[in-house]
């Protein structure tokens, strides 16, 4: 797969009967295609888990979310210690340039669960934004936070 702008990891990749490649993905705790999205939103979830200490049960993957009577898929999401999500994350493959479509994509999931944040990532460009509902406002952020900094501005 391709090298993305993220740490390098270790995974459990395989080779089905078919051959099918497969990657283990430990928050579903199975075997899931390798896809270049899944390459790279199985990457971001280390990312978030070794990088900005993002705890695996505070995290879901491919979560639904209702909108206008159909179901859609939200990449990741990232929930605090009270069980509300304040982040999610939409993972494009790396051909997938980062547009405005894409934003207005990970904004419409966002409209039901109102996190905070929103990464945009294809695996090689990362965008993290604030979402400030009460000025109607996104900031741009130039890092992703930790998991502590972001815990714990939310929760004061």
């Not at 939103?41 to 159909?70: C, D, H, T, W």
């Not at 898929?73 to 982040?87: E, N, Q, T, Y």
């Amino acid at each position: 797969m391709q090298k993305l702008n993220l740490p390098s990891y270790n995974f459990n990749i395989r080779s089905t009967e078919n051959n099918k490649t497969q990657i283990f993905d430990n928050l579903r705790r199975k075997f899931v295609s390798l896809t270049p999205e899944e390459w790279v939103r199985q990457n971001f979830i280390k990312y978030l888990i070794e990088e900005k200490n993002f705890p695996q049960g505070l995290m879901a993957v491919e979560y639904a979310i209702a909108i206008s009577n159909n179901t859609h898929r939200s990449d990741i999401v990232c929930f605090d210690k009270k069980g509300k999500a304040r982040l999610i994350v939409e993972c494009k493959a790396p051909s997938i340039k980062i547009t405005q479509e894409v934003f207005e994509q990970a904004a419409r999931y966002n409209m039901n669960l109102k996190t905070d944040y929103l990464i945009l990532t294809n695996g090689l460009s990362h965008y993290c934004c604030k979402v400030n509902y009460a000025s109607r406002n996104v900031e741009y952020l130039k890092e992703i936070p930790e998991f502590n900094q972001l815990n714990s501005f939310l929760c004061e």
